[in-house]
């Protein structure tokens, strides 16, 4: 019984997911837009002829409804849109507003528009705008004109502007009602005007139009958490405590803008020749950033510190080392969001070796998750050990946005993390990474640290100057981001889907990539710059001809989530384009973030852990994984939920991730995708590859050998790539078993020939096999 209710529920949340997936489609919104406008030109028609024919038709409708019929034969009636035209025009022309319905009209016409993408508005502004014109119009022919028409059926500014005519005039005199139509007037033409006021004031205000922002107004004590420290000493047998200060961070920026015009050319006085510079965001320079108040305040706003936990923490650390034989001299708490930091200065002699060894016995003692020492940390003559808190704190990606020191970066492709163990936002540029891979166990973080990524940039860039790549072979993870296609997504031509599911589709994806790195490069030789940001400055002070094939470049970011999945399918042809790729693309502009739930050595391999130099490790289960991903221990200790190591060189940094939940990224892309995009996404260059076909002719069935199946099982189960194996287990020559391997090679199964180390096994387990064998 409970089994069939179960299912019942599930169907019907699949229907209203269905229903809901409709009304949101942007090709449900250009229907219903293009319903709209055709309607508002059939009652434009329909007024228009209402001048002419309205004598003739009066009598004939006199007493009918819109929705009520009547045998009127069709020659009878005059107006242009016939006998539903007559009456509709009689409505709003006589009983509604008159003349100034057109006002109305406007509006409507501005929904349509708006619906169908084709122009992006301001609804509500221009919602009271044309409101005030039609009351003010109504009003003012009916005043002025309306004696003129009293002896006709017509109501020049509709029922509506004789009957408040006549109450302004009756309660306020002709002078009165005179000065209350100019003062409607006064603020029509103040709305109209508002953005020129608001244009001419900016320019006063230096640095103050941060992105995303459109309302001044004060933040204050939002997401200001400063780290909390205490300190004691321990001299001669005294214990002294005494409360630290922290270093005061102004997080927040004092004024902020909701909207803002931002990316769009100012002219200075002072500086006219800036006029001639390209300006790449003329292609859609009514663009505005993401509102900061789509995002959402969660947690808590001031960090709470639980003194009690951390004196008996204290306590506990001191007495474990002291039953060691490790005397302590200083011992000092940071408290962050979601672990604590006690930095320990041992008496001279110690050896940090020792306390080092002690991990797991303090972890023991204080009885948490998991607890990492630094020893020592760097730039300090103290030890560090990180305690996870009782009760974590979560971290929201609109603390991170809005702080200042993501607000005032000038860094080319800032990313908001999170924040660190002393509570101070990570923000750091991809663009000198340049790569970067993200590793971590199922349900550790690893999908919220992607979206707050792709939310950093999507707030601090215009689309000319970013473009997603992203690859998704789950189909359910970056599908949000198909909205934006227009925007900010690159793809191959006449490709359907913005988001790249299919593995054979990733794989000219890629290849693709490689043939714009190329083209890049070229470019970059014929301008003799040696970068992309060189380049770009070249062509936007028009030194660069673009009838010579100069173009702006735009930063290409691309995303592969389950990278695991990808390389356990598709083995060199995946890894082999990503590897020219990162080896060749910083300079270029293109950058690779690519994640993995399976951090094994299968996966992450020596080419991919050579060329993604940055690394961000969530909570794997083992140290073994934790070596993989960042060649030391640490993720294997730390709590989950965001909770993340970030490694660039030698430095480990401990952050809480911004956590960005999906109905926030929902409202980002919505806002996005409801502005005016370009006609198409970007296009990648077409790819295709005669090597390709020529390895699949010399890998398919016909020229295969007999034992070519066996042999390719026999790798994956031993996981060894060893031609003698071949030998030994088939009974066959060197010859034999040496084509064999090639052909395992070319069919990517077994990685390229190491000397006389065996060869690496790309293939995993035997179900990635069968699909490989089914594909060819």
């Given at each position: 019984?409970?089994?069939?209710?179960?299912?019942?529920?599930?169907?019907?949340?699949?229907?209203?997911?269905?229903?809901?997936?409709?009304?949101?489609?942007?090709?449900?919104?250009?229907?219903?837009?293009?319903?709209?406008?055709?309607?508002?030109?059939?009652?434009?028609?329909?007024?228009?002829?209402?001048?002419?024919?309205?004598?003739?038709?009066?009598?004939?409708?006199?007493?009918?409804?819109?929705?009520?019929?009547?045998?009127?034969?069709?020659?009878?009636?005059?107006?242009?849109?016939?006998?539903?035209?007559?009456?509709?025009?009689?409505?709003?022309?006589?009983?509604?507003?008159?003349?100034?319905?057109?006002?109305?009209?406007?509006?409507?016409?501005?929904?349509?528009?708006?619906?169908?993408?084709?122009?992006y508005v301001r609804l509500i502004r221009n919602f009271i705008l044309c409101s005030l014109l039609t009351i003010w119009l109504s009003i003012t022919l009916t005043f002025f004109f309306g004696k003129f028409f009293q002896e006709t059926a017509l109501y020049i500014g509709?029922?509506?502007?004789?009957?408040?005519?006549?109450?302004?005039?009756?309660?306020?005199?002709?002078?009165?009602?005179?000065?209350?139509?100019?003062?409607?007037?006064?603020?029509?033409?103040?709305?109209?005007?508002?953005?020129?006021?608001?244009?001419?004031?900016?320019?006063?205000?230096?640095?103050?139009?941060?992105?995303?922002?459109?309302?001044?107004?004060?933040?204050?004590?939002?997401?200001?958490?400063?780290?909390?420290?205490?300190?004691?000493?321990?001299?001669?047998?005294?214990?002294?405590?005494?409360v630290v200060k922290p270093k005061e961070e102004e997080t927040i920026i004092s004024e902020i803008k909701e909207k803002n015009r931002g990316f769009s050319k100012k002219i200075n006085k002072d500086n006219l020749e800036k006029v001639r510079e390209y300006d790449p965001t003329l292609g859609l320079p009514n663009y505005l950033c993401p509102p900061i108040n789509l995002l959402k305040e969660c947690g808590i706003s001031e960090l709470q510190i639980d003194m009690e936990e951390q004196k008996t923490n204290k306590n506990k650390i001191l007495s474990t080392l002291d039953s060691f034989g490790i005397k302590i001299a200083m011992i000092k708490a940071t408290v962050g969001p979601t672990v604590t930091l006690y930095e320990i200065q041992p008496e001279a002699g110690i050896r940090i070796s020792k306390i080092k060894n002690l991990e797991d016995d303090i972890a023991l003692r204080l009885s948490a998750l998991g607890i990492r020492i630094i020893a020592p940390i760097p730039g300090k003559g103290t030890i560090g050990i990180e305690v996870p808190n009782r009760e974590s704190q979560t971290v929201s990606m609109k603390s991170v946005i809005t702080s200042k020191k993501f607000q005032e970066t000038k860094l080319d492709l800032p990313i908001a993390l999170g924040k660190t163990i002393t509570n101070e936002t990570f923000v750091f540029d991809l663009c000198k990474m340049p790569h970067l891979l993200v590793a971590g166990a199922t349900g550790q973080g690893k999908s919220v640290g992607l979206n707050a990524i792709i939310t950093s940039l999507l707030y601090k860039k215009h689309p000319a100057q970013l473009k997603f790549v992203l690859i998704d072979p789950k189909k359910v993870e970056f599908n949000i981001y198909s909205e934006i296609e227009k925007h900010f997504l690159a793809k191959l031509p006449n490709e359907e889907d913005p988001v790249i599911t299919n593995v054979t589709k990733v794989v000219q994806t890629l290849n693709s990539l490689t043939k714009e790195v190329d083209e890049r490069y070229n470019l970059l030789k014929k301008a003799n710059v040696r970068n992309m940001k060189e380049y770009n400055e070249k062509f936007v002070n028009?030194?660069?001809?673009?009838?010579?094939?100069?173009?702006?470049?735009?930063?290409?970011?691309?995303?592969?989530?389950?990278?695991?999945?990808?390389?356990?399918?598709?083995?060199?042809?995946?890894?082999?384009?990503?590897?020219?790729?990162?080896?060749?693309?910083?300079?270029?502009?293109?950058?690779?973030?690519?994640?993995?739930?399976?951090?094994?050595?299968?996966?992450?391999?020596?080419?991919?852990?050579?060329?993604?130099?940055?690394?961000?490790?969530?909570?794997?289960?083992?140290?073994?994984?934790?070596?993989?991903?960042?060649?030391?221990?640490?993720?294997?200790?730390?709590?989950?939920?965001?909770?993340?190591?970030?490694?660039?060189?030698?430095?480990?940094?401990?952050?809480?991730?911004?956590?960005?939940?999906?109905?926030?990224?929902?409202?980002?892309?919505?806002?996005?995708?409801?502005?005016?995009?370009?006609?198409?996404?970007?296009?990648?260059?077409?790819?295709?590859?005669?090597?390709?076909?020529?390895?699949?002719?010399?890998?398919?069935?016909?020229?295969?050998?007999?034992l070519f199946n066996k042999a390719a099982r026999l790798m994956v189960t031993h996981q060894q790539g060893s031609t003698s194996l071949i030998q030994r287990k088939f009974e066959i020559g060197y010859n034999r078993a040496g084509r064999l391997m090639d052909q395992l090679e070319d069919a990517g199964i077994v990685g390229s020939a190491q000397g006389s180390k065996a060869r690496e096994v790309l293939i995993s387990d035997e179900y990635h096999l069968d699909k490989i064998l089914e594909l060819e």
């Amino acid at each position: 019984m409970q089994k069939k209710s179960t299912i019942t529920k599930t169907n019907t949340n699949s229907k209203f997911s269905t229903i809901r997936v409709f009304f949101q489609s942007s090709t449900t919104h250009y229907f219903v837009g293009l319903i709209i406008l055709i309607i508002v030109v059939y009652t434009s028609i329909s007024i228009f002829s209402f001048f002419f024919t309205s004598n003739t038709d009066q009598s004939k409708i006199e007493g009918l409804s819109l929705f009520q019929f009547k045998n009127i034969e069709a020659e009878e009636i005059a107006n242009w849109a016939g006998l539903r035209g007559a009456i509709l025009s009689s409505i709003l022309m006589n009983e509604g507003f008159g003349l100034s319905t057109f006002f109305l009209l406007l509006f409507t016409v501005f929904v349509a528009l708006r619906l169908m993408k084709v122009y992006y508005v301001r609804l509500i502004r221009n919602f009271i705008l044309c409101s005030l014109l039609t009351i003010w119009l109504s009003i003012t022919l009916t005043f002025f004109f309306g004696k003129f028409f009293q002896e006709t059926a017509l109501y020049i500014g509709g029922k509506h502007g004789f009957i408040v005519s006549n109450i302004l005039v009756y309660n306020f005199g002709t002078s009165g009602t005179l000065l209350i139509i100019v003062l409607l007037f006064i603020i029509s033409i103040a709305i109209v005007n508002i953005e020129i006021i608001y244009f001419l004031i900016t320019p006063k205000q230096k640095n103050k139009n941060k992105i995303g922002f459109s309302k001044e107004k004060k933040i204050e004590n939002a997401s200001h958490i400063p780290p909390f420290q205490t300190e004691e000493n321990f001299s001669n047998g005294i214990e002294h405590f005494e409360v630290v200060k922290p270093k005061e961070e102004e997080t927040i920026i004092s004024e902020i803008k909701e909207k803002n015009r931002g990316f769009s050319k100012k002219i200075n006085k002072d500086n006219l020749e800036k006029v001639r510079e390209y300006d790449p965001t003329l292609g859609l320079p009514n663009y505005l950033c993401p509102p900061i108040n789509l995002l959402k305040e969660c947690g808590i706003s001031e960090l709470q510190i639980d003194m009690e936990e951390q004196k008996t923490n204290k306590n506990k650390i001191l007495s474990t080392l002291d039953s060691f034989g490790i005397k302590i001299a200083m011992i000092k708490a940071t408290v962050g969001p979601t672990v604590t930091l006690y930095e320990i200065q041992p008496e001279a002699g110690i050896r940090i070796s020792k306390i080092k060894n002690l991990e797991d016995d303090i972890a023991l003692r204080l009885s948490a998750l998991g607890i990492r020492i630094i020893a020592p940390i760097p730039g300090k003559g103290t030890i560090g050990i990180e305690v996870p808190n009782r009760e974590s704190q979560t971290v929201s990606m609109k603390s991170v946005i809005t702080s200042k020191k993501f607000q005032e970066t000038k860094l080319d492709l800032p990313i908001a993390l999170g924040k660190t163990i002393t509570n101070e936002t990570f923000v750091f540029d991809l663009c000198k990474m340049p790569h970067l891979l993200v590793a971590g166990a199922t349900g550790q973080g690893k999908s919220v640290g992607l979206n707050a990524i792709i939310t950093s940039l999507l707030y601090k860039k215009h689309p000319a100057q970013l473009k997603f790549v992203l690859i998704d072979p789950k189909k359910v993870e970056f599908n949000i981001y198909s909205e934006i296609e227009k925007h900010f997504l690159a793809k191959l031509p006449n490709e359907e889907d913005p988001v790249i599911t299919n593995v054979t589709k990733v794989v000219q994806t890629l290849n693709s990539l490689t043939k714009e790195v190329d083209e890049r490069y070229n470019l970059l030789k014929k301008a003799n710059v040696r970068n992309m940001k060189e380049y770009n400055e070249k062509f936007v002070n028009r030194q660069l001809n673009p009838q010579k094939k100069h173009r702006y470049m735009p930063y290409f970011v691309v995303i592969i989530d389950e990278f695991g999945d990808l390389i356990m399918t598709a083995g060199r042809e995946i890894e082999l384009p990503i590897a020219r790729i990162a080896q060749l693309a910083r300079a270029v502009g293109i950058h690779m973030i690519i994640a993995t739930q399976r951090p094994d050595t299968s996966i992450i391999t020596g080419i991919i852990k050579a060329n993604f130099p940055a690394r961000i490790a969530f909570r794997v289960s083992a140290m073994v994984d934790s070596r993989t991903i960042l060649d030391t221990s640490g993720a294997n200790h730390l709590v989950g939920k965001g909770d993340l190591l970030f490694s660039q060189g030698n430095d480990l940094t401990r952050i809480q991730c911004a956590f960005v939940d999906t109905s926030e990224v929902e409202k980002i892309t919505e806002y996005i995708s409801n502005q005016q995009g370009y006609p198409n996404a970007e296009i990648l260059p077409e790819y295709t590859s005669e090597d390709n076909i020529e390895k699949r002719d010399t890998t398919n069935l016909s020229n295969r050998d007999p034992l070519f199946n066996k042999a390719a099982r026999l790798m994956v189960t031993h996981q060894q790539g060893s031609t003698s194996l071949i030998q030994r287990k088939f009974e066959i020559g060197y010859n034999r078993a040496g084509r064999l391997m090639d052909q395992l090679e070319d069919a990517g199964i077994v990685g390229s020939a190491q000397g006389s180390k065996a060869r690496e096994v790309l293939i995993s387990d035997e179900y990635h096999l069968d699909k490989i064998l089914e594909l060819e």
